[in-house]
């Protein structure tokens, strides 16, 4: 395991706001940097961000209860100057297709965003959203955010810019608000240039076996088996192939082991509505939507946690065959290296894929940082052994007793509005 003692003075390090399962902190460590801390409130998420990432310090807490010095003490970081914060505050309040409402109470947690930027004085920030949050009176509320930065000492790159993940070499149409900016007085990053091909869904996923054919998976989320990758995209996420582009750490990885792949049941009904359904079209009653082989998968959204009903977001069909894809298939369609392990059950692993940043999407915006920062890191010699396999299949009471936090911390997201929040807007503005 690293020391970020030792390799942050080669490396630069970062610290990840509403981490989740990891897919900001990858991004960033393959353009180079090391994570020095993950802070989520899920404990089912920062025990698979523990899985993989073991060199990080997962804090399990709401950045509403924690300070930039508590981020310094529990990742013994110290003093040492913090080259990038990153995060994206749980998008609900803001998202096209939930409630609008600028004075939702999840939207605090822009505030304590800010807030913990302007204590732990990084020399770079990326604030990362919805589109929403760029239209109609939320355009109000992200010219809000602006000020804010500025008034918390940071120059912010303008005008913003909405990344579509299928222009950075991710096979999903997603498109996703970025705000970046520097310490005063730094230089300023710039937005990443798109790529001039996309990758398809086939390219993705059509190596991967199908899960219906071990009956292991119908109890476990990973089995034995051997299969052929052909695709260059999915050779790099199986790691058959170097990917020249990262420079994170390797992973000790059994490239014949399909994991999280618990299979779905259907019914033959539902198998025969899903065959008839054509590429690209949505399947009228069960409003699954089949994915275009020659194509590109449509936003996976991650459904709702359990503080809001614990509802699951239609999963695509598979484009061949009768079912839904796979936690695995869905981390494939979303750049996640296949060494990458997610919460063993399918709620909680698609939750963690379609609640995250697509790497590679994150990659392309760290590398802007790096960029600025006028660094050039190298390619780490250790090779990384993940963490635990239990931290993949805790429930939330083994997760909650892990990280020693309530088992109900979840509702936390859903605290009233901090009587604090309005003194520190009308500072931020001054």
């Known amino acids: 395991m690293p020391s970020l003692k030792t390799s942050s003075k080669r490396r630069p390090i970062g610290v990840d706001l509403f981490a989740g399962a990891g897919g900001l902190s990858l991004g960033f460590e393959q353009a180079g940097f090391d994570i020095a801390a993950a802070i989520e409130i899920d404990p089912i998420h920062c025990a698979t961000h523990e899985y993989n990432f073991p060199y990080s310090k997962a804090i399990c807490a709401s950045v509403v209860d ?5 981020i310094r003490r529990r990742a013994a970081i110290g003093d040492t100057d913090i080259d990038a914060v990153f995060g994206g505050a749980p998008c609900q309040g803001f998202s096209l297709i939930g409630k609008r409402a600028l004075d939702d109470p999840r939207n605090q947690l822009v505030f304590h965003y800010v807030r913990i930027v302007k204590e732990l004085k990084p020399k770079y920030f990326v604030f990362e959203n919805v589109k ?6 939320h355009s109000e509320f992200l010219d809000e955010l602006v000020a804010a930065l500025d008034g918390a000492g940071y120059d912010v790159v303008l005008p913003h810019q909405v990344l579509n993940a299928a222009n950075f070499g991710v096979p999903q149409d997603r498109h996703r608000l970025f705000l970046m900016g520097a310490r005063r007085g730094l230089a300023l990053p710039r937005y ?10 086939w390219e993705a996923i059509g190596d991967l076996p199908d899960a219906d054919s071990f009956r292991e998976l119908e109890q476990s989320d990973s089995v034995r088996a051997t299969w052929v990758t052909e695709s260059s995209y999915a050779r790099r996420l199986r790691n058959l192939d170097p990917d020249p582009d990262d420079i994170g750490y390797r992973r000790k990885f059994d490239k014949d082991l399909l994991t999280s792949s618990l299979r779905t049941e259907h019914t033959p009904i539902s198998k025969g ?5 054509a590429h690209g079209k949505t399947e009228p009653v069960s409003r699954f939507r ?5 194509g590109l998968c449509n936003t996976l959204r991650a459904g709702t946690d359990s503080a809001r009903g614990a509802f699951t977001s239609p ?3 598979h484009p061949f065959l009768p079912r839904v894809i796979t936690v695995r298939e869905a981390a494939r369609l979303h750049s996640y290296p296949d060494w990458f392990r997610f919460h063993s059950t399918k709620w909680h692993g698609f939750r963690q894929i379609g609640n995250s940043v697509p790497p590679l999407l994150a990659r392309a915006v760290a590398r802007e940082i790096g960029r600025a920062l006028d660094v050039k890191p190298p390619k780490p010699r250790a090779v990384l052994c ?9 429930d939330m009471g083994d997760a909650a007793r892990y990280f020693q936090v309530p088992r109900d911390t979840i ?4 605290r009233k509005k901090d009587p604090k929040q309005r003194d520190f807007w009308d500072r931020a503005y001054a």
């Open 192 to 201: 990443p240039d798109p790529l001039t091909e996309r990758i398809t869904v």
């Open 411 to 414: 509702a936390q997201r859903l």
């Open 315 to 317: 999963r695509p069909i």
């Open 132 to 137: 929403g949050l760029t239209l109609g009176k």
């Open 386 to 394: 993940p963490g635990d396999p239990e931290l993949l299949t805790f």
């Open 290 to 294: 089949k994915l275009p082989p020659n």
């Open 273 to 277: 509505r899903f065959m008839e359904t």
């Open 66 to 70: 924690v300070t930039g010095e508590d």
